[in-house]
């Protein structure tokens, strides 16, 4: 009997160590052990200087972030497999949505590029499901030009990063800078 007893005893207090420790598990918070990754897209076409900054300013923040380019994306195979796969893994993303508009008199400087706007829906739809992300926030930035025609409807109520130009249209490299860092510096405070 006195076995009996103690056999009971040791399960009781097994089963009572392993609650406890599962709930010592799940309110426990662990260090990320990974980095959060940006996706970034443009056109071909658009301003290699706010190209440069962009990338100058994810460069800034290496040691906290990873980010993949997509026209550094060269690996073979379909670029949209590609493409979906590095959105799909991406916390955060900018997308500069803006190229030179063809000469022809049309009322706009800028329009956006197709193929940028479809990965910019991809990024929105990826960061508005927070529980897809395991309850992480996430966010993008979108970058366009003031000459350009309004938004697309999903993306008019983001916070649009208008690239700022001096009156002769030549860019404001450090206010695009301190911009883009404020951003991103208010996407990381939020992970």
Not at 13 to 34: G, N
Not at 172 to 189: M, N, P, S, T, Y
Request: hydrophobic share 35%.
């Amino acid at each position: 009997m006195e076995l009996y007893e103690t056999n009971r005893t040791q399960s009781r207090m097994t089963s009572s160590a392993l609650d406890e420790l599962r709930d010592s598990l799940e309110s426990a918070r662990f260090p990320k052990l990974t980095k959060p990754h940006f996706f970034v897209a443009y056109s071909h076409r658009a301003d290699s200087k706010v190209r440069v900054v962009i990338q100058q300013v994810l460069h800034q923040y290496g040691k906290q972030v990873e980010f993949t380019d997509w026209a550094k994306v060269h690996e073979p195979g379909n670029i949209n497999t590609h493409i979906a796969r590095e959105v799909a893994r991406s916390r955060f993303g900018i997308c500069y949505l803006s190229e030179p508009a063809e000469t022809g008199g049309g009322q706009h400087a800028f329009v956006d590029n197709p193929n940028v706007v479809f990965e910019a829906g991809m990024l929105h739809a990826r960061t508005s499901e927070i529980d897809g992300n395991e309850g992480e926030p996430c966010g993008w930035i979108p970058v366009r030009e003031a000459g350009s025609p309004p938004a697309p409807f999903d993306f008019a109520s983001e916070r649009i990063l208008h690239v700022p130009r001096y009156e002769d249209g030549t860019l404001d490299a450090d206010e695009l800078r301190q911009q883009l860092v404020d951003r991103i510096e208010g996407l990381l405070h939020q992970a």
